[in-house]
């Protein structure tokens, strides 16, 4: 997968097509981080109002203190081949985060 989701054609062998829609549907950034360093120079960059970080326990743990006092939900990824392969994302989880952020039921 290509870090620029807009080279995703939306396949459906992975979340990401399905997170694009998602995103452009809410009207949020989405951004695909190869590690916590440079994910956490995007949300220094970018300064959103908000973060839902999808990944690894590690990388979310620093990725919260480094981020304070923005409000971050962090969301473990899904690791069925173990850490940094082939990870997913629980969409449920990302539509719940969508949901407690913009206050909708
Ligand atoms: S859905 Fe996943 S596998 Fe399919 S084109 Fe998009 S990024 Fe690639």
Known sequence: MTRNVKN?????????????????????NLFISTGGTVAR???YE???DAVIAV??????????????PLPVFAIVNKRPRGYCMET????SEVR??????????
């Open 8 to 28: 995703c054609v939306g396949c459906g062998r992975c979340e990401i097509g399905e997170l694009v829609s998602l995103m452009e549907e809410c009207g949020i």
């Open 41 to 43: 120079r995007k949300v």
């Open 46 to 48: 970018d300064r959103p």
């Open 55 to 68: 990944a690894c326990e590690r990388d979310l743990t620093s990725g919260l203190q480094d981020s304070y």
């Open 88 to 91: 997913g994302v629980a969409m």
């Open 96 to 105: 719940q985060a969508i949901k407690d952020l913009v206050g909708g039921s």
